[in-house]
């Protein structure tokens, strides 16, 4: 059983929404893929914070930016979802950005941001986006079910990198994959305190969504699709030379991450690596590329560094007193 992961990077415009769904639909039932984890829209998340800055600095004009990114969603529908459901679809789009239009408001007369509202502000991105794939999935004749992880993943109330309780959370989504056998379309990022509270998981944080569920569901592979070949040697963004790595250890994936490897997101690969469940970094716009093979027994590499990493404007702090 396996559980994929699709990043903001895959989900930009409706015509590579359209290739994931047909992606989806050749590979989930043979790969026995169990649940899909999606980011918000390419930028939404980015979107929101700004929105939500406008906002606290009492810039009217955050209406604006709500109203792109209502209508990025609802052009998405209009593309991806039947005329049948169109309107249905679009309706819970519109209920949803009326409860974002309500905090945003409260947001807007108190001039203030609270981490707590911003976390729920930024949930939106996920919530969307997942609401409009699971829709367009079962346009497109694949029966899956969206699945709000909040509900299942419980979180401490430090909003904006909250700490997963793995114990409740492990229990509730056992209970829940066992009550519902289709594919899960679940969205990443996002969780919740005992109380309920909307938190998030840290920026990049879908990646470990997937990571909590497949260490949860005990899968046979996590794999994380995104829009290069797997982890490569360095960021391609600096150094245009840059190629895959086809096997890593989890070691070394965990330090290419800590030390700036954006591609996947650190917390991810502890759950994994304590129950050598593997993770497989794919590229969706060459999904038949062998990505890279994260696991405990990775081949020693032709050459003795398998890669290097680096992070930008870093501090020096030097301390001297008396
Ligand atoms: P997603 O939206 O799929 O989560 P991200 O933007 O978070 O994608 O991560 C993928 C990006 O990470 C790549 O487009 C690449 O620019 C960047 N990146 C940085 N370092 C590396 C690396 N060593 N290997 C691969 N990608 C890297
Ligand atoms: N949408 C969130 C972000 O942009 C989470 C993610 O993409 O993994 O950080
Ligand atoms: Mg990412």
Redesign the pocket.
Known sequence: MKVYKF??SSVGTPDRIKGIIDLIIVRAERENCRAVVF??FQG???QLIETANLAAAGRADYTDNLKIIENRHLEAVRALVDIHHQSNTMAVIKMLLNDLDDILQGVYLIKELSPRSKDFVLSF??RLSNLVISRALVSAGHDCEFLDARTLIKTNANFGNAQVNMDVTQSNITAHFSAHPLLQIVT??VASTDKDETTTLG?????YTASILGAALGAEEVQIWTDVDGVLTSDPRKVTRAFPVETMTYEEALEMSHFGAKVI?PPTIQPLMSRGIPIRIKNTFNPSGFGTLISADALPGKYSIRGISSIDDVPLLRLQGT
Request: charged fraction near 25%; charge should be negative.
């Open positions: 990043g903001g980011s918000a939404v998340t980015d991105g996920e990443g990022f920026r990049g944080g879908s990646d997101y």
